[in-house]
């Protein structure tokens, strides 16, 4: 068959001098990859000859989803932060996910750095900013020696955590994949829960100890007549926080495309789960979450809905502020505790803790003994006070940049009737109500490194939020070639 015979599309290219020096060249409308789906690029953009390599962030798009590889190692980070284990390496005393995270750290930053967790941001040099700045201020404020354990911890549990959700997670499926993990883990847990609320018994712990060092089980009053459960964490404060992350995911992300009878069962369970911790942070954070997915159903006609939510919040700042006789904290403190008395010692926190805060601005303080009434415990229960307090206003800042950013740009994009844009919906939910919730609680250890691992996991929606059009092609950055309406394969 002459060539002239052939179909179109099946046509060689004509060789002329010019593409035996360039390669051949075409105009007019392309296609790449672009988070897992095909984009057009400008028709005005000449295409780079074929056998021009792939930038490593766009080698690192195309194959973005979820392999076996990928799977298996989002399952063992997940799986260690169900492991109550403890190990002692010298002075220095191990849980399984802070020895995961010695090992793949240096990894997951040389993945990253090579392009494979996508273009590198400014919300990603905040981490390693916020990361390397609190444990700079661990060498300035403590003696060496003593520094070393509590500077490598908060590295690799900020940066560490982060940088492994940015590199495993790295569109829709993955995502997805993530969180139908950590909510069979919550699933799993939930019996155990249950008789633990119930019986006052840690089982789990229990066990876990036959077989070594583990975590202490910890014993406080009953609330509404049902025992704290703990689980495998430290406190009920980390159990149910972790748990309360993963409800509006239940609906929005992992869940999705199922029935609404198979939705309401997972999320039914997430609920029973973080309701056995019996903790004001993850109820709050729950609360939040539904209070967000009702405004969404109820307004999902308004385009400018979020808009007018976030008026109406500062609205009600400013009202609260003039007409009341408590300041707006006081009055959000004492509808999101239990009782008078856990309001009246989150005030006293936040008083002494903010004072304490101002005493040393800059570079925060090198222990957790602040200023306090003799009464008082030692626990600071807020995250971000307990931030500033540590790593001063600085790291506050930092930290606190990280989270807004990510926020804003990973609500921007997809629309109404976009996959996407329910996962967006249960990943800004989710963070937000956490946002929320740690105002009247403190994270450490697990329940922190899940959540910068989940902050990181959302960085493909950061990529995914910038424009569509691909016409702003980086210069000598070629989208893979198209032969006969399919892909070739990738240049090696």
């Known amino acids: 068959m002459t060539d002239l015979n052939r179909p179109l599309a099946l046509r060689r290219p004509m060789v002329t001098p010019a593409s035996r020096a360039h390669g051949p060249q075409r105009k007019g409308p392309l296609v790449r990859v672009h988070n897992g789906r095909l984009v057009r690029t400008d028709s005005a953009v000449e295409r780079q000859p074929l056998d021009t390599p792939l930038l490593p962030t766009e080698m690192a798009a195309a194959p973005a989803h979820s392999s076996l590889a990928r799977r298996l190692m989002i399952i063992g980070f997940i799986a260690t932060l169900f492991l109550p284990s403890l190990y002692d390496v010298g002075s220095i005393r191990l849980s399984p996910s802070l020895i995961l995270l ?14 494979r967790a996508g273009q590198r941001s400014v919300i990603d040099a905040l981490v390693l900013a916020f990361a390397i700045w609190a444990a700079a201020t661990r060498f300035l404020l403590l003696d060496p020696r003593d520094a070393i354990e509590p500077a490598g911890v908060v590295l690799l549990q900020s940066a560490g955590a982060y940088f492994a959700g940015r590199v495993l997670v790295r569109d829709a499926p993955s995502m997805r994949y993530t969180f139908a993990v950590a909510i069979v883990g919550v699933i799993l847990l939930a019996p155990f829960l249950i008789w633990e609320s119930v019986s006052g018994t840690k089982p789990l712990l229990d066990l876990a100890g036959r077989f070594g060092q583990a975590l ?39 869940a999705a495309r199922r029935t609404l009878a198979f939705r309401s069962g997972i999320a039914s369970t997430v609920a029973i789960a973080t309701l056995t911790s019996l903790s004001t942070g993850a109820l709050l954070s729950m609360n939040v979450q539904f209070a967000l997915m009702t405004w969404n159903l109820l307004l999902r006609r308004v385009q400018r809905r ?36 856990n309001s009246y010692n989150r005030i006293l926190i936040w008083e002494f803790g903010t004072a304490d805060v101002m005493r040393s601005p800059l570079i925060g303080h090198g222990t957790d003994e602040w200023e306090r009434p003799a009464y008082m415990s030692n626990s600071m229960d807020n995250f971000w006070l307990v931030i500033a307090y540590r790593y001063g206003l600085v790291g506050l800042a930092l930290l606190a940049s990280v989270f807004m950013l990510t926020l804003f740009r990973a609500s921007k994009g997809g629309t109404a009737g976009d996959d996407e844009a329910a ?70």
């Open 102 to 115: 010695i090992v793949t750290l240096p990894v997951m930053l040389g993945l990253w750095a090579v392009g």
């Open 216 to 254: 202490a089980p910890t014993y406080m009053e009953e609330r509404w007549g049902f025992s704290r459960a703990q689980g495998v964490f430290e406190h009920p404060i980390l159990l149910g926080v972790f748990c309360a992350t993963l409800m509006a995911p239940a609906i929005y992300i992992t």
């Open 306 to 341: 979020w808009i007018i939510l976030i008026a109406l919040c500062v609205a009600a700042f400013v009202v609260t502020d003039l007409l009341s006789d408590r300041t707006p904290f006081h009055l959000f403190v004492d509808y999101a505790t239990f009782n008078t008395r």
């Open 423 to 492: 996962i967006r919906l249960g990943y800004v939910f989710a963070v937000v109500a956490t946002m929320v919730a740690i105002v009247s609680v403190h994270l450490w250890n697990n329940s922190y490194i899940w959540l910068m691992f989940v902050l990181g996991a959302g960085g493909w929606l950061v990529e995914a939020a910038r424009p569509r059009n691909e016409a702003k092609v980086r210069r000598g950055q070629a989208a893979p070639p198209v032969v006969a309406g399919h892909f070739a394969p990738l240049p090696s």
